[in-house]
């Protein structure tokens, strides 16, 4: 797919989400804080939440936060 084809595949920000999502969910997704393979996708902070330390992981690599509670 060239840069084109993806600016007309997708064009709005949920599309665009539900992309990178399933790419990265693809690969496999861990918790970067504990290592845990059980991550819950939430889908109003438009992140994944590790179901044992809570820890948050963004769409896009390199962008993950840590979210005090
Ligand atoms: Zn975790």
Redesign the pocket.
């Known amino acids: 797919m060239s840069l084109s084809d993806f600016f007309i595949n997708y064009s709005d920000e949920q599309t665009c989400k539900a992309f990178f999502k399933s790419r990265r969910e693809l690969y496999g997704i861990s918790?970067?804080?504990?290592?845990?393979l059980h991550?819950s996708w939430n889908e109003k902070e438009s992140r994944w939440r590790?179901?044992?330390?809570?820890?948050a992981t963004g769409l896009k690599q390199g962008t993950v936060r840590k979210i005090q509670i």
Request: glycine share 8%; charged share 25%.
């Open positions: 918790c970067e804080h504990c290592g845990s991550l590790c179901r044992e330390c809570n820890f």
